[in-house]
């Protein structure tokens, strides 16, 4: 049976973290955008851009779906590797819980794929596209137990503010 990865909570921003790959919560358009998105992209530089709209011109026409994931050079990040991936927007009216496990699992079977041993994780979904932050939290922990597996030795969330840190680090004591 593989050894389950360490999982680690860390305050701060997730592009000055040194880990084998970074996970971005991109838009479709893998194009760059706003929150955690933009802010890899300008610290990664247009190496990750210029890999991103090669994707988008052969396998990606139409943008990456929702909960899908797909890899990229890190550029000037301290990493290997930027996973991208497609977090839902939250709906009250509809249960998209599954879309978001799928962005954990498909980032962490990249990054496996990868040979990558340490993994840098930001709450996806939890900011403009609107994810309760306790939900997404759980979510996320829950997933990233489940599914990760060798050579992934460390998950590591990067949390941006301190509501986050202390969602993540209820759903980490809750789940054991």
Same mark, same amino acid.
């Given at each position: 049976?593989?050894?389950?990865?360490?999982?680690?909570?860390?305050?701060?921003?997730?592009?000055?973290?040194?880990?084998?790959?970074?996970?971005?919560?991109?838009?479709?358009?893998?194009?760059?955008?706003?929150?955690?998105?933009?802010?890899?992209?300008?610290?990664?530089?247009?190496?990750?851009?210029?890999e991103c709209r090669a994707l988008r011109a052969s396998h990606y026409g139409k943008g990456l779906p929702? @909960?899908?994931?797909? /890899?990229?050079?890190?550029? !000037?990040?301290? *990493?290997?590797?930027?996973?991208?991936? #497609?977090?839902?927007v939250w709906s009250r009216t509809e249960d998209r819980s599954e879309q978001l496990a799928s962005c954990?699992?498909?980032?962490?079977?990249?990054?496996?794929?990868?040979?990558?041993?340490?993994?840098?994780?930001?709450?996806?979904?939890?900011?403009?596209?609107?994810?309760?932050?306790?939900? @997404?939290?759980?979510? /996320?922990?829950?997933?990233? !137990?489940?599914? *990760?597996?060798?050579?992934?030795?460390? #998950?590591?969330?990067?949390?941006?503010?301190?509501?986050?840190?202390?969602?993540?680090?209820?759903?980490?004591?809750?789940?054991?």
């Amino acid at each position: 049976m593989d050894q389950q990865p360490a999982i680690t909570l860390v305050h701060g921003d997730i592009t000055q973290q040194h880990a084998d790959a970074i996970v971005n919560a991109a838009n479709s358009s893998l194009l760059g955008g706003g929150g955690v998105d933009g802010a890899i992209h300008r610290r990664g530089g247009p190496e990750i851009l210029q890999e991103c709209r090669a994707l988008r011109a052969s396998h990606y026409g139409k943008g990456l779906p929702t @909960g899908q994931a797909v /890899a990229t050079t890190a550029g !000037r990040l301290d *990493a290997q590797y930027v996973i991208h991936t #497609v977090g839902p927007v939250w709906s009250r009216t509809e249960d998209r819980s599954e879309q978001l496990a799928s962005c954990y699992r498909q980032s962490l079977r990249v990054a496996a794929e990868l040979g990558a041993r340490t993994v840098a994780f930001p709450a996806i979904s939890t900011g403009v596209y609107g994810w309760p932050m306790d939900d @997404g939290a759980r979510i /996320a922990v829950r997933t990233v !137990r489940e599914a *990760a597996a060798a050579p992934v030795a460390e #998950v590591r969330f990067v949390l941006f503010g301190e509501d986050a840190y202390s969602e993540f680090e209820r759903a980490l004591a809750k789940q054991g």
